[in-house]
């Protein structure tokens, strides 16, 4: 009996260890397969570090170390305005933060456009691209869009007022960049907002022009589409483009004479004309 059970012993162990065997081989092959794979992936791709969000990241939040970190990323699909290394990013110690600009998802790659430099916050200024400056028109709901205007956006716009003597509606700028709409700067905002006032990144000679505008007359807003590139071209409107031309026909005044002679003159003296047919 103590035979039997130590040879069923013996035969369990030996069942154990040829699993075990079995089980580090199939492992060891997964595993040089895997090694494979990797070099043959890396031979083909070449990687490089890019900073992405370790989570959602809003508009004016201040950029702190533990939102950010460092991943491998494919160098030809990578964007030309990355963050390649996190003391870009924070700078060097004692650095005040940069603001965030736009939403920025987890796992998304940190652009130079969406964060502002050392210690500037995420308003008009971090918005303006070089040799731009910021312009502010008045508007209402009519010549605001009703609402659906947003930072980001592009519009035309248009003058009404008095040129000689009428009144006439022109367009004088055409795809014009928003870039705040009241005090707001957030274009991930998606609240409709009736606004009073819309901010334009314009040339500084366009602001002057802008100036002269709206102290003589009224602007209007006039939203393009996303990607519309296309320009209008020369537009002028005056009343008679409207409702067309009117002509005025002045009536003469009938004048009626009768001739008589006297003696060897014949003369016209007035008299009643007769009716009209």
Known sequence: MRLVFLLVLLAGIGLAGFGVYMASEMFNRDQSELKRLRTALSGQVDLGPVVVSTKELRYGQPLTADMIKIVEWPINARPANVFTSIEDILGPENSKPRAITRLIEPGEAVLTTKVTDFGQDAGVASKLSPGMRAFTIRVDVASGVSGFLQPGDSVDILWSGRDGGGTITRLILE???????????????????????????????????LAQAQQTGKLSLSLRGAEDETSSGPIEVDLADI???????????????IKVRKGAEVVEIPADCPPAQ
């Open 243 to 257: 409702i067309g031309k009117v002509e005025t026909v002045v009536q003469q005044e009938r004048v009626c004479t």
């Open 175 to 209: 795809n014009i960049k928003l870039i705040a709409i009241d005090q707001s700067t957030d274009g991930d905002t998606n609240r409709p907002v009736v606004a009073r006032t819309v901010t334009v990144e314009v040339a500084p000679i366009t602001v002057a022009s």
